[in-house]
């Protein structure tokens, strides 16, 4: 999936399998967009924005479901809609983009509480769930959460496994055992969905995860302040139970085995690598994690 300086979108690849038998029962369905189920091995335009005179700003992409995003602040999802992956209310699947009626409502409340302040800072998806994160810090998840990876808590959803089919927003409250106590205010600034875990930061530069059966609801991650105070931290990453943060001197902190040798210290289970070794002295501009597969673009 790519978006194109015009507002345009692209996609390719696999689109689903034909037949009544795989349409209504296994629901294999691809997330191209293009109203059909043909494969296609270059990128094809997504006409149907097109034709609706809609220019897009953010894209996001799951195993078999696309989230898009337009000037005017509306959600469009596609593809194969199970576990609720496409956060319109139920698991029904979608050849063409279709508006999320769920944001539409949210869009309104902001809009008769406060006009002006309702937008989207960034979307990103994985394997079965997506997160979105407001202009004001508020977090939005849905979808497959047999992990915890949405950091909702626990709830049985629509396939008999653990799943949300609605947006839903993470609160930050003391009311969770074990939970980070919080007396003020938590904003999102930034979110990364692995496979099996998410990982977040908010606007004081702190990290959370949640997943990996590990933590049901975001759960602070504790750094030695002398290594990586909040304030140094710049992007971060997760895979699929793998997490990277990179900071503002141009070190990687890594958990899980990303890398293997080179780490010039450790602390809280991170590994910290010198990026000026790694990339040959570039600078890391981004990064990207899936399953154990890791990748950067590095400035020269």
């Known amino acids: 999936m790519v978006l194109a300086e015009d507002g345009s979108v692209w996609t390719w690849g696999y689109a689903g399998k034909k037949g009544m038998f795989n349409w209504m029962y296994s629901q294999e369905v691809g997330a191209l967009g293009h109203g059909d189920k043909e494969p296609h091995f270059y990128p094809k335009r997504v006409e149907w924005f097109r034709e609706n005179k809609i220019k897009i700003t953010k894209i996001a992409a799951g195993n078999y479901h696309c989230v898009a995003i337009d000037t005017k602040n509306n959600m469009y999802n ?32 902001y809009e008769e509480e406060a006009p002006g302040t309702f937008g989207y800072k960034k979307v990103h998806s994985s394997d079965n769930y997506t997160a979105v994160v407001l202009k004001d810090g508020t977090l939005f998840t849905w979808g497959m959460n047999d992990r915890g990876q949405l950091g909702v808590g626990n709830a049985i959803g629509m396939d008999m496994v653990e799943s949300e089919n609605q947006p839903r927003e993470i609160v930050f409250t003391q009311s969770f055992p074990g939970h980070e106590l919080h007396n003020d205010p938590v904003f999102i600034e930034d979110v990364y969905c692995g496979q099996n875990t998410m990982i977040l930061r908010d606007h004081e530069g702190n990290v959370f995860k949640t997943g990996n059966r590990l933590d049901y609801i975001p759960k602070k991650i504790t750094f030695d302040d002398e290594l990586l105070p909040p304030e140094k931290i710049d992007l971060i990453a997760s895979g699929r139970s793998h997490f990277s943060v990179l900071d503002k001197d141009h070190n990687m902190h890594t958990f899980g085995n990303i890398f293997k040798g080179k780490e010039i210290g450790v602390h809280a289970g991170f590994k910290i690598f010198d990026c000026d070794q790694l990339f040959d002295g570039g600078k890391v501009a981004q990064m990207q994690m899936a399953y154990e597969i890791f990748g950067a673009v590095a400035r020269v």
């Open 78 to 109: 596609w593809g194969k809609g199970q576990y609720g992956v496409l956060g319109n209310g139920d698991n029904s699947e979608a050849v063409l983009p279709q508006l999320n009626e769920e944001f539409e409502f949210i869009k309104k409340q």
